[in-house]
């Protein structure tokens, strides 16, 4: 037998709670029983938002609020900047070019973190520039990005608006979108939402909504305009994911329960003792300034192939945790602490890791990870 862990950042493991919520029959979505339970998610993903601003619930991945957040407020060949540092920054570019937007990139190396300064002067010396996109948590690299700083550059210019993919920050980072004016944040619920795949969640500003009356690209299904007013009804414009927003319900109640500052202090104590594992392991961090607290990208000790630390964390232990995309394929590893994660998904983690390399002959004493995470983590 082979137990499994799920300790990727995305899919996230799933509370009881939110499972079982999920198992009873089928309702339907006009229902007086749907109803209350959409508008009481509708106003839970307010209160994780920190925000007034409207959050409209998309049946899709993360991908598709990314795509929505195009399609619904530029206009072909209007000019953006996107944060590239990572392949989901990678993935802004990509979909702006899609759509036909005249993208301008500020790359930052993968491992760092962008340089407020930079998209300042950019913005100063462009002030055609109508968004800018960027990750919180850019999962790839495992780095975050100051969006506090982005949104205060941001905020002050009257024709651009902040584009934030919070698809992996959200739960695990105090995210401020009315007190720091974030235009448009997107969550998605399989990270630290705790659900399954299948919605991404999207918050809208009012300067970003009257931006939106001006936008000329093609919508119909991600139309945000016309699912504002359905909400506003706690109505969906076409069959939800009911299953899943019962779902939602329940997870949002159990953060709700935990409260907020403990929600994020949780991830960051989980992260910090996971990145000091590794590094007494002898193993280096991916990211090079600003980890993230929702993944820790590690490096693979030379001569190793991150891919194999991942395939045999898998394999021989029943541990899925991640490999490295685009060009960090191979040259690291990572492992989430991201949503329905605690103390000993930190060890399993640690514990699977100093396993895993000594079984591919790299050198680790063996329960030194794990006992540099149990002094961090002793309650
Ligand atoms: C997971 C993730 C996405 C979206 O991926 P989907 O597979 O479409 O849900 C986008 N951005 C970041 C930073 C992510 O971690």
Redesign the pocket.
């Known amino acids: 037998m082979l137990k499994k862990y799920l300790l990727a950042?995305?899919p996230t493991p799933i509370p009881p709670e939110v499972l079982l919520a999920m198992a009873m029959p089928i309702i339907h979505h006009r229902s007086t029983d749907f109803i209350p339970v959409l508008e009481s998610a509708k106003k839970g993903l307010q209160w994780l938002y920190q925000t007034k601003n409207d959050v409209l619930i998309l049946c899709?991945?993360?991908?598709?609020g990314?795509v929505s957040s195009v399609n619904n407020f530029f206009s072909p060949q209007d000019k953006v900047l996107v944060i590239n540092g990572g392949n989901?920054g990678e993935?802004w570019t990509k979909i702006g070019q899609a759509y036909g937007l005249n993208v301008q990139e500020i790359k930052v190396e993968w491992g760092h973190t962008v340089k407020p300064d930079e998209v300042e002067m950019v913005l100063k010396n462009d002030p055609g520039i109508k968004g800018v996109f960027v990750?919180a948590?850019?999962?790839s690299t495992g780095v975050y990005h100051d969006i506090r700083a982005l949104s205060r550059i941001v905020r002050e210019k009257s024709n651009t608006i902040l584009i934030v993919?919070a698809?992996?920050a959200l739960a695990a980072y105090d995210l401020r979108t009315d007190e720091w004016g974030i235009d448009i944040m997107i969550g998605?619920s399989?990270?630290g939402l705790m659900l399954p795949?299948g919605l991404?969640f999207i918050s809208v500003s009012e300067k970003a909504w009257k931006m939106s009356q001006d936008a000329k690209l093609p919508k119909f299904y991600f139309n945000l305009r016309k699912e504002r007013e359905a909400l506003a009804k706690n109505q969906t414009r076409f069959t939800t994911a009911v299953t899943l927003i019962i779902g939602l319900d329940e997870s949002i109640k159990l953060l709700q329960k935990e409260g907020l500052g403990k929600v994020f202090k949780r991830h960051e104590t989980l992260a910090h003792a996971a990145r000091e594992a590794v590094k007494a392991l002898g193993l280096e961090l991916y990211s090079k300034e600003s980890p993230s607290n929702a993944v820790t990208a590690i490096l693979a000790p030379k001569g190793l192939d991150g891919q194999e630390i991942y395939k045999n964390l898998k394999d021989k232990y029943g541990i899925t945790a991640a490999g490295g995309q685009g060009q960090a394929k191979g040259k690291i590893f990572r492992i989430a602490h991201l949503g329905y994660a605690d103390i000993f998904d930190i060890i399993i983690a640690i514990s699977g890791i100093e396993m895993v390399l000594t079984n591919m002959g790299y050198p680790v004493k063996l329960g030194s990870g794990v006992a540099t995470a149990e002094k961090l983590l002793l309650k």
């Open positions: 950042p995305g899709s991945t993360g991908t598709g990314m989901f993935r990750q948590s850019e999962t993919d698809i992996s998605g399989q990270k795949p991404a």
